[in-house]
């Protein structure tokens, strides 16, 4: 199939929490468009220490995670991050690699929020059985 990336909006959580509650402007919430691998193989979202420091994500907890080589490893979780991807919304916490390294968005967000790869046209689309809004298994 080959790779596929998408656009995706990624927002500091705290900071829109923020906003609702009037503390900070609109204008003050930290936000960032990036092109992410999509990963179906990857069960989380990985981001890189480039947008962890633009975003100002506070470090939750340290995690230890496999890499494709078998190669165990351990990195910082932050969030909360909101994900946005069309007229899709999901909030998250990411692992966090190192310097600028490419970012991958997993399986959790693109099931939370609905999304499918497309494999002829390798991309990422709205699941067109549910076009206007996510629909979740909840079996």
């Known amino acids: 199939m080959g790779l596929v990336y998408a656009d995706i909006e990624l927002i500091n959580g705290e900071d829109l929490v923020l906003a609702k509650r009037h503390f900070i402007g609109e204008e003050e919430v930290k936000r960032m468009h990036v092109n992410m691998l999509v990963d179906t193989g990857s069960v989380y979202m990985c981001i890189n220490e480039n947008v962890q420091e633009q975003l100002q994500l506070n470090v939750i907890e340290k995690r230890k995670g496999v890499l494709a080589n078998g190669e165990i490893v351990e990195y910082d979780v932050v969030g909360p991050i909101e994900v946005k991807f069309k007229n899709r919304r999901c909030n998250v916490d990411a692992m966090v690699l190192p310097g600028d390294n490419e970012m991958l968005l997993g399986a959790i967000p693109l099931e939370d929020m609905d999304i499918l790869i497309h ?21």
């Open 119 to 139: 494999p002829y046209r390798r991309e990422l689309i709205v699941n067109p059985e549910h076009p206007y809004f996510a629909q979740m298994k909840l079996k």
